[in-house]
T-cell receptor, first 114, second 113 residues
């Protein structure tokens, strides 16, 4: 199993550009999450999804959009990128049934907006 | 609303000694889960240990144990016999009944030789 795969690993955007961060998991997990981590800080929840077609806002959703058309994929869309969105973005997925003991993380996407 | 609090921004420990990293939580959910993750300087998130709210025993994984005190709403991580490679950021997290997964701000652990 590949686990949680995030692409790209690095990206530089200009102010006002848009992009989509990709996240895919091959573990048939219901629950998926997007976080951002600013330097020296903790993880802040942007959006999460409890299944295909269902998404909900986290702590810091402004400036982002998500969709969940399949169980496997949970892309994060940045519209009109701003310097404040410079951060490391992590995608995670979670097992839903009994025996859920861990949330699997991707390797992260380092985004710089200039 | 659920909340995770880690009050220790940084901790120091001597190699081979034990260390406790504090975590308190707040939730009204009867069912929840508590996690600890390690983030080394390379940046990846490494799962360490999990405790379910209904688990009777404290969770243990090798040198890691979770001191779960439900009435006090605390879920402290104990690392025994610290190693230099344990130097990292440690995050406590909680999964509520709606499966929202919330993290604390983290504790930076430094292991001294």
């Amino acid at each position: 199993n590949a686990g949680v795969t995030q692409t790209p690993k690095f990206r530089i955007l200009k102010i006002g550009q848009s992009m989509t961060l990709q996240c895919a998991q091959d573990m048939n997990h219901n629950y998926m999450y997007w976080y951002r981590q600013d330097p020296g800080m903790g993880l802040k929840l942007i959006y999460y999804s409890v299944g295909a077609g269902i998404t909900d806002k986290g702590e810091v959703p402004n400036g982002y959009n998500v969709s969940r058309s399949t169980t496997e994929d949970f892309p994060l869309r940045l519209e009109l990128a701003a310097p404040s969105q410079t951060s490391v973005y992590f995608c995670a997925s979670f097992r839903s049934a009994g025996g859920d003991t861990e949330a699997f993380f991707g390797q992260g996407t380092r985004l710089t907006v200039v | 609303a659920q909340k995770i609090t880690q009050t220790q921004p940084g901790m120091f420990v001597q190699e081979k000694e034990a260390v406790t990293l504090d975590c308190t939580y707040d939730t009204s959910d009867p069912s929840y889960g508590l996690f600890w993750y390690k983030q080394p300087s390379s940046g990846e998130m490494i799962f360490l240990i999990y405790q379910g709210s209904y688990d009777q025993q404290n969770a243990t994984e090798g040198r890691y144990s979770l001191n779960f005190q439900k009435a006090r709403k605390s879920a402290n991580l104990v690392i025994s016999a610290s190693q230099l490679g344990d130097s990292a950021m440690y995050f406590c997290a909680m999964r509520g009944s709606n499966y929202k997964l919330t993290f604390g701000k983290g504790t930076l652990l430094t292991v001294n030789p």
